[in-house]
């Protein structure tokens, strides 16, 4: 089973509202990824890190923000939360490429609704 | 552009029945496939891996199949148990990046019933 772990699990929040998704991850990996999933849709990726101090975005425009102080640690914010943050927030972390490729270890997600 | 597709979208099968999924890919160049179960509301879990050279691989009743010739891939679920119902996802990786990119699938959503 995967070390990485993801808090809150369910989040319901008034709009305006500015609030922090949790990630960490146990397993020494240097990438972390942040992945929007909506109900029936596949993974899209709004960031990713390469390691400390690395933050990009990824191909799905995202109002959130990230930051990467530690190795383990990969936090998603939102200041002003707005009912269209309403969705599934998974984030990962991987292993280097090798021979065998990429692979991605999950959390458990956040479930996101803002009214 | 790298996409991958999955097939059917949803699909109901009675348990004890056995069932196929397919997954055709267009990403370049390839590095490998990978097939993850997610469950409602959780992150996906890897069930496994195929890289260029490997036909078929096995996990338990869980066989998926790559024609990297075609660019397909099948995952073929033996004997299905109430468990299996969740949603399936076609993952591909990419050789030419550092980030070691990811390109999922839609995922097939795969329901038994009793």
């Known amino acids: 089973e995967a070390d990485i772990y993801q808090t809150p699990r369910y989040l319901v929040i008034g709009t305006g509202k500015k609030i922090t998704l949790e990630c960490s991850q146990t397993?020494?990996?240097?990438?972390m990824y942040w992945y929007q999933q909506d109900p029936g849709m596949e993974l899209h990726l709004i960031h990713y890190?390469?390691?400390?101090?690395?933050?990009e975005k990824g191909d799905l425009s995202s109002e959130s923000t990230v930051s990467r102080i530690r190795t383990e640690h990969f936090p998603l914010t939102l200041e002003s939360a707005r009912p269209s943050h309403t969705s599934q927030y998974l984030c990962?972390?991987?292993?280097?490429?090798?021979?065998?490729?990429?692979?991605?270890?999950f959390g458990q997600g956040t479930r996101l609704t803002v009214v | 552009k790298n996409q991958v597709e999955q097939s059917p979208q949803s699909l109901i099968i009675l348990e004890g029945k056995n069932c196929t999924l397919q997954?055709?890919?267009?990403?370049?160049?390839?590095?490998?496939l990978r097939w993850y179960k997610q469950d409602t509301g959780r992150g996906p879990v890897s069930l496994t891996i195929m890289t260029f050279s490997e036909n078929t691989k096995s996990n338990g009743r869980y066989t998926a199949t790559l024609d990297a010739d075609t660019k397909q891939s099948s995952l073929h679920i033996t004997a299905s148990q109430l468990s299996d119902s969740a949603s399936y996802i076609c993952?591909?990786?990419?050789?030419?990046?550092?980030?070691?990119?990811?390109?999922f699938g839609r995922g097939t959503q795969l329901t038994v019933w009793p």
């Open positions: 890190s390469y390691g400390v101090n690395s933050t």
């Open positions: 993952v591909v990786s990419d050789r030419g990046s550092t980030l070691g990119r990811l390109y």
């Open positions: 990962a972390s991987s292993e280097p490429a090798g021979a065998g490729g990429t692979e991605a270890f």
């Open positions: 397993m020494g990996h240097d990438k």
């Open positions: 997954c055709n890919y267009t990403v370049s160049p390839f590095s490998n």
